[in-house]
């Protein structure tokens, strides 16, 4: 089904848009600053990356209520490609970094064109709780440098190994701003949050204090940002730096994906709207692309702004694009007063982002709710934090995909039985022991239930190997809704070799997907590829829709073949 590029305005909830797109901007507006100066990137860059990404997401994305910029989690991998690019390329890397962002945005717009958004977010929870709490850890250590008042170290091994020189040595004024900060985003009355967010207040009153009460050199500062509207960086590419560059785009479009479609889940449970997976994917895609063509930030949704912004009235699109226009107009005429700012009042800003990111309801409840999902989750945020993100969420997926197919190829082995003579444990009509009875081992009935999957091969085949001396084998499939490739070839090889050791098979098979993938197999094949001389008595495949037709028919076949035996 084809989805309308850009979403079409309703002026109906003006009133409720206009406050959200407000409130959304002044709650964005310190973290757009904080998050610009930690990428490394520069303060415009984290105010470019929110006017853009939360303009044209809004315009052309599948979130009616959401509020998208620059957040932790993209934060993180962004000061990671600004620390490589611009280490490596003094000139030019500012711009590869923006390039990357582009490129992020691209294989968004693929993504969602390719219609993964409903994929994506199919990860499992422990894997989503590790590299969220990893990316929770890695903010934190990021920020220690600057809260203590010196420069950030560039990366999380790299701030490690200076921690303790810093430590020993603190800019006294920078740390007790950055407490101040932390104490008034920790300690702010709820209810007044709604009406001033607590990092605003915290971002206003500690900077105040620190033009008042202290020297413009006491501690670092940001310094004046550029005002007016940015111009473009057009594509800046190093042949040698490619296949890192697209590695590193490949990460933002995945992380940036995963973040925004989990925020649509929450906009979706307290605005009751319903998100289109695949059209968010293109408009973050779109804001991403052009963010990165004005030297901004990558984004994605943010929670607590798309939650603000519904709790102050937002209901559509308009909500979201109000929200960087107002970001906009404070970049247009915010330079001079901005230029006050301590970054150690930022870094309280971040740490209390990253305090927040850490899923403390999952660690906490984690050991008592599994323990290999506990593994999986520690597993995950070591690898976030020391190794990357990509690798992270692959290495979590496998295995806890691995433990997920052993969990259910020994759900799918229990249901798997070989019946031979009727009082074994079974799910049987009277009727059918008594066949299975009367047969004496001469019918074996192999029953499936439930989907049968590649991981339930192996008992296929392991199952029948156990019994060897029957004459008709009844195939029951009456309960298998799907068939899995594997698992259908593991019945093909079992055909095929009842066929070649004389004996006939009647296959229990009801209309559907497990009927049509055994038409797919040609099973009369092994039949067919038989000489009639060898054997007395020509094998057959019989395909019937009834259990107990079955057990009669291989009965009957059984019996009158032994009484023409005795009769010759």
Not at 102 to 114: R, T
Not at 255 to 264: C, E, K, V
Not at 388 to 406: C, E, S, Y
Request: hydrophobic residues 50%; glycine residues 10%.
């Amino acid at each position: 089904m084809a989805f309308p590029l850009i979403n079409s305005l309703s002026f109906r909830h003006w009133r409720g848009d206009l406050f959200g797109g407000i409130t959304a901007a002044i709650v964005a507006l310190p973290l757009a600053l904080a998050f610009g100066v930690a990428s490394g990137a520069g303060a415009t860059a984290g105010l470019y990356g929110a006017i853009f990404t939360g303009f044209f997401a809004a315009l052309f994305g599948g979130t009616p209520t959401q509020v998208s910029g620059p957040t932790g989690p993209m934060t993180v991998v962004m000061t990671t490609v600004v620390a490589s690019l611009v280490a490596r390329y003094p000139d030019t890397g500012l711009a590869m970094a923006f390039t990357v962002v582009m490129l992020g945005g691209v294989l968004q717009m693929v993504f969602g064109l390719m219609r993964l958004g409903q994929y994506i977010t199919l990860l499992p929870y422990t894997v989503i709780s590790g590299f969220m709490s990893g990316i929770g850890v890695i903010i934190i250590l990021l920020q220690l440098p600057p809260l203590l008042g010196h420069a950030a170290s560039g990366g999380v091994v790299g701030t490690l190994q200076d921690l303790p020189q810093f430590l020993q040595n603190p800019n006294g004024v920078a740390l007790g701003l950055g407490l101040l900060t932390l104490a008034i985003v920790f300690c702010f009355p709820r209810r007044l949050n709604r009406i001033l967010p607590a990092p605003l207040v915290a971002l206003v009153v500690a900077t105040l204090l620190s033009v008042i009460a202290f020297d413009p050199g006491a501690l670092p500062r940001i310094g004046e940002i550029p005002t007016g509207f940015p111009s473009l960086k057009f594509p800046t590419f190093s042949l040698r730096e490619l296949d890192e560059m697209l590695r590193y785009g490949l990460m933002l479009a995945v992380l940036g994906a995963i973040d925004s479609l989990l925020t649509s889940l929450v906009a979706d449970s307290i605005s009751r709207t319903q998100h289109d997976s695949d059209k968010e994917l293109i408009g973050q895609g779109i804001g991403n692309l052009v963010s990165g063509l004005f030297g901004g930030l990558p984004g994605a949704g943010a929670t607590m702004r798309t939650v603000v912004n519904v709790q102050a009235g937002g209901k559509t699109p308009l909500s979201g694009m109000v929200h960087a226009l107002v970001l906009l107009v404070v970049l247009m005429g915010a330079g001079p007063l901005t230029a006050q700012i301590p970054n150690a009042v930022l870094a309280g800003i971040l740490l209390k982002v990253g305090i927040d990111i850490l899923d403390w309801g999952f660690i906490k409840r984690s050991p008592k709710i599994s323990l290999k999902g506990t593994g999986i989750m520690y597993l995950v945020l070591f690898l976030t934090v020391f190794i990357d993100l990509i690798t992270a969420v692959l290495v979590g997926a496998f295995v806890a995909n691995m433990l997920t197919i052993k969990r259910l190829t020994d759900v799918q082995s229990s249901r798997i039985k070989t019946l031979t003579d009727g009082t074994e444990e079974s799910n049987l009509a009277l009727a059918e022991k008594e066949i299975l009875a009367r047969s004496k081992g001469d019918i074996l009935l192999f029953q499936l239930g439930g989907p049968m999957s590649f991981g339930a091969a192996k008992s296929i085949s392991r199952r029948l190997s156990f019994v060897k001396n029957y004459h008709a084998l009844v195939l029951d499939l009456g309960d298998v809704p799907t068939l899995g490739v594997t698992a259908a070839l593991a019945i093909e090889s079992i055909v095929q070799d009842s066929i070649q050791r004389n004996r006939q098979v009647w296959i229990v098979v009801k209309p559907g997907q497990v009927q049509d993938r055994l038409a797919t197999l040609e099973l009369d094949r092994f039949v067919r590829q038989r000489k009639p001389s060898d054997y007395p008595s020509p094998p057959a495949i019989y395909q019937v829709d009834s259990r107990m037709q079955a057990l009669q028919a291989a009965f009957d076949s059984v019996y009158a073949e032994a009484a023409v035996e005795r009769a010759i």
